[in-house]
């Protein structure tokens, strides 16, 4: 959703600082995953901010960047989340829940990974935002499974932050996909990429002794 270089990079910083907070409050090996998630995204909010540097240049020069962004929001993502979120859930059940998704979110990735290589992306504004295209024909099925490997995951979490986090990423999705048509993914990766900042609450609430994570 970034109009400009500036607002990337502006972004990128914040996201950056929130990920290294995080990472400076995990307690143990299994939440690394989750706190590299801001910071993901402020990487992600760099190549938008390189891109927009890149578009007076041509399309042509903002091609390698314009597929990197789109190999982390097809093929990272549904792989991330999944794993960072069932790793820190302590509930068996609800872990397992998380886990079976685990085989869809796969085949998502290897499915957009061969897109990505058969099908590279461009990338060029559309009104004041940027926009995201190939020439291969969208899937329904696919769309609808990367959906729900990538909210689903938080949703199912005994974690209060996380169960917030999906829900964000849900309302971002909503928001994306009913005002911004046209400038979808990029839009929706950048609401994205804020919800991932109510994750500190996560990191930063006190927990008493055999208390579960927030």
């Not at 090996?29 to 938008?48: C, H, N, R, T, W």
């Not at 549904?78 to 790793?87: G, K, N, Q, R, T």
């Not at 046209?182 to 208390?211: D, M, V």
Request: charged share 10%; aromatic share 10%.
């Amino acid at each position: 959703m970034s109009v400009s270089a500036v607002i990337s990079f502006a972004a990128a910083a914040l996201l950056g600082v929130a990920g290294l907070a995080a990472l400076f409050k995990t307690r143990r090996p299994a939440d690394l995953p989750l706190a590299l998630i801001p910071l993901v995204f402020a990487g992600m909010q760099v190549i938008e901010g390189a891109l927009w540097l890149a578009m007076p240049l041509g399309r042509e020069q903002g091609l390698g960047w314009a597929n990197l962004f789109m190999f982390i929001a097809l093929t990272v993502w549904p792989l991330l989340i999944l794993a960072a979120v069932s790793l820190v859930e302590p509930d068996p059940r609800r872990r397992f829940l998380i886990l079976v998704l685990l085989p869809a979110s796969i085949g998502v990735a290897v499915d957009y990974a061969g897109t990505l290589l058969a099908h590279p992306y461009r990338a060029w504004p559309v009104g004041p935002l940027l926009t995201y295209a190939n020439n291969r024909p969208a899937s329904l099925v696919l769309a609808l499974l990367y959906i729900i490997c990538v909210c689903a995951p938080p949703l199912i979490s005994s974690s209060p932050a996380l169960r917030r986090f999906g829900m964000f990423l849900v309302a971002g999705l909503i928001v994306s996909a009913l005002a911004f048509h046209q400038n979808f993914i990029s839009t929706w990766c950048f609401l994205a990429a804020l919800a991932s900042l109510s994750l500190l609450r996560f990191f930063y609430r006190k927990t008493a002794p055999g208390e579960a994570r927030p």
